[in-house]
């Protein structure tokens, strides 16, 4: 079964045909990073253009790669939640389209979940239960799958999601955006214990907080400048250092990452589970699967760094998860919902 998987929900434009949930046939992915760096962050309107400009030819090219026809392909799975509104609006708008003009069945799919089955584009696809980390730019969750679309939220960020946490600390720091990268690969050159940070905790839960570590880092760079509490953080890189700013990217990444590590290894301990993935853009962090790897007694079989980030494969290998327990969706009635939680999803 080949599945056409379309994602638009935040600035990546991506389409991508994968067969039987395991064999990535195409992979296009139209990224919105070099014009949304000239504002340090993503702009939804800006966003959204972008995406009715590329989602054709974004298509086109994911067929054209696999060398397929409409004809070869068996449904099309398509973001419709969370996101931006105007972008999920696209996306959208493009499969029901195309599911109308085409006949063929189309399948809403959860962003967050499908981030977890980037895990799934693999010759062995882990077995269940399945504690998933998933970190990204928006979410921050620990999730334990019993099944494909049987699922417990065990925790969650109670502020910000720690990519966000890495894109506003690099802002910070003077680093360009997006700051996951450009931390990992300023702190390649910086002392990790240069700086000591707070790692929050939750007691009792498997929540996660950082924004406490965000203003933590905020204040450490004012107090490392000499300059006080009231001073605009957008000046602060210029009175920084090469050095200075390796070593808080350094800082700050250890201190996130065993943030993280410390919450999923208890949830490892208390549930047992037989597979251990981590999705999401921040999967895509070296340090995040060393020490993970390192903590955890378990193999851990990472995902392509590609696949971490927002693409239409993991769209597609749930979509496929998905057409083998759920009727598709009438594509006249399919609605974008721009905040929900993967609470409220499961399916099985
Ligand atoms: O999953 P994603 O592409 O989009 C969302 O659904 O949010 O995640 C984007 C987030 C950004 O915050 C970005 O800074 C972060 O993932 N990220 C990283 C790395 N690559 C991307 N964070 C840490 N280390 C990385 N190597
Ligand atoms: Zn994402």
Excluded at 95 to 113: C, D, F, G, Q
Excluded at 218 to 225: D, P, Y
């Amino acid at each position: 079964m080949k599945i056409l998987g379309i994602e638009s929900s935040c600035d990546e434009t991506a389409a991508s045909v994968v067969e039987d949930g395991r064999v990535l046939l195409s992979n296009v992915v139209n990224s919105q990073i070099d014009i949304h760096k000239l504002y340090g962050g993503v702009v939804p309107e800006v966003a959204a253009r972008s995406h009715i400009e590329v989602i054709n030819p974004v298509i086109n090219q994911a067929l054209t790669d696999a060398n397929l026809t409409w004809d070869d392909i068996d449904g099309i799975a398509v973001t419709y939640a969370p996101g931006l509104i105007g972008s999920l609006l696209v996306g959208t708008l493009a499969a029901r389209t195309l599911a109308i003009l085409k006949n063929k069945p189309l399948y809403p799919i959860h962003h967050v979940e499908a981030h977890v089955y980037a895990n799934f584009l693999n010759e062995t696809p882990p077995e269940f239960p399945m504690l998933a980390l998933i970190v990204s730019g928006g979410h921050t969750q620990l999730v334990l799958f019993r099944g494909h679309g049987d699922f417990e939220l065990l925790g969650q960020t109670r502020d910000d999601a720690v990519g966000e946490a890495f894109d506003k600390v690099a802002k910070m720091i003077g680093l360009p955006y997006p700051g996951g990268p450009s931390i990992a690969k300023a702190a390649l050159v910086g002392d990790p214990h240069a700086y000591k940070l707070p790692k929050a905790k939750m007691s009792g839960s498997y929540d996660f907080s950082f924004s406490g570590l965000k203003t933590a880092v905020l204040r450490a760079v004012q107090r490392e400048v000499g300059v006080d509490i009231s001073f605009p953080s957008h000046d602060l890189p210029a009175l920084l250092g090469d050095v200075q700013r390796a070593n808080f990217a350094a800082s700050f990444q250890y201190t996130a990452v065993e943030t993280l590590v410390d919450v999923t290894q208890r949830a490892y301990q208390e549930y047992s589970p037989k597979s251990v993935v981590i999705a999401g853009g921040v999967a895509a962090n070296q340090e995040l699967r060393k020490s993970l790897s390192k903590r955890l007694p378990i193999h851990i079989d990472y995902a392509p760094i590609e696949l971490c980030t927002d693409n239409g494969a993991m769209i597609a290998t749930l979509g496929y998860y998905y057409a083998s327990k759920k009727e598709p969706i009438d594509p006249y009635k399919l609605e974008v919902i721009p905040s929900l939680s993967m609470t409220k999803t499961a399916w099985a």
